[in-house]
């Protein structure tokens, strides 16, 4: 019986799979359709038989995928008036899939400006508390971000960007409020996503790792309001890095 049990429910396990993986295909094609522009803001849907044919899914599939974007605030159906595509304010650019769709396609200016908006009033004061409350393994976990950056030797690599992206966090964790804990962590692919791009931007490596430091000194030497201060300019370069780097792509 028990044996019996297992099976049936490996079964089961692997059908819902199946059919979770077609609904999550459909929906990330869904999400890349209308990011993209593809699928225009205010634009309305093809009817649920149209689509059914056009994305080779069942009716059950389709309704799940397109109950998921009015909960992502991508869309709003109406009787009658049918699927409506929403303007980008309205979208939970937090979500995941959201997330990711928009980093592969490349987020335009005002998704990296936004997230730097967030960054010079969040990280200045999470800079503060982390000089006020930072246990002695906090304190170490952000000098061994910084030493990793060190040893990266350059900017432009994936070393750096996730050495820069664990310094950054490991302050905001050291900080010891959870909003901001909580915060940093559903972002975290696109502050990735950010240091990537900032990364390949003229600074020197000198330079950046001298601004860290500063942060990192201000931390440790318990001095909170010269933490928030150097964080206030660092994240000032990275505002004017960003600016740079997003006026070289668009001139390749």
Not at 79 to 103: C, F, H, K, Q, S
Not at 151 to 161: C, G, K, L
Not at 214 to 229: G, H, K, N, S, T
Request: negative net charge.
């Amino acid at each position: 019986m028990r044996t019996e049990r297992t099976l049936t429910e490996s079964g089961e396990e692997i059908a819902g799979r199946g059919k979770r993986s077609v609904r999550e295909a459909l929906l990330t094609q869904l999400v890349e359709q209308i990011v993209s522009g593809e699928l225009a803001e205010g634009s309305t849907l093809p009817n649920e038989a149209d689509l059914t044919d056009r994305f080779n899914v069942s009716r059950t599939s389709l309704r799940e995928a397109m109950q998921y974007l009015v909960a992502l605030g991508m869309t709003r159906s109406r009787t009658r008036a049918g699927t409506i595509i929403l303007p980008r304010e309205n979208w939970n650019y937090l979500d995941p899939l959201v997330l990711d769709v928009m980093l592969s396609i490349g987020g335009d200016e005002t998704f990296y400006t936004s997230l730097i908006d967030a960054r010079q009033l969040l990280e200045p004061a999470a800079a503060a508390q982390a000089a006020t409350n930072a246990t002695a393994r906090q304190l170490s976990r952000i000098a061994q971000a910084y030493e990793d950056m060190v040893d990266a030797n350059s900017r432009d690599n994936e070393e750096w960007s996730r050495a820069d992206l664990d310094f950054h966090t490991a302050i905001i964790n050291a900080s010891g409020n959870w909003v901001y804990r909580q915060f940093a962590s559903a972002i975290r692919a696109a502050l990735l996503a950010s240091f990537r791009l900032t990364n390949r931007a003229s600074q020197s490596h000198e330079q950046a790792l001298e601004k860290h430091h500063a942060v990192l000194d201000a931390i440790r030497m318990r001095e909170p309001q010269v933490a928030r201060a150097a964080m206030e300019t660092l994240i000032g370069v990275a505002r004017a890095e960003i600016t740079d780097a997003l006026r070289l792509d668009k001139c390749k």
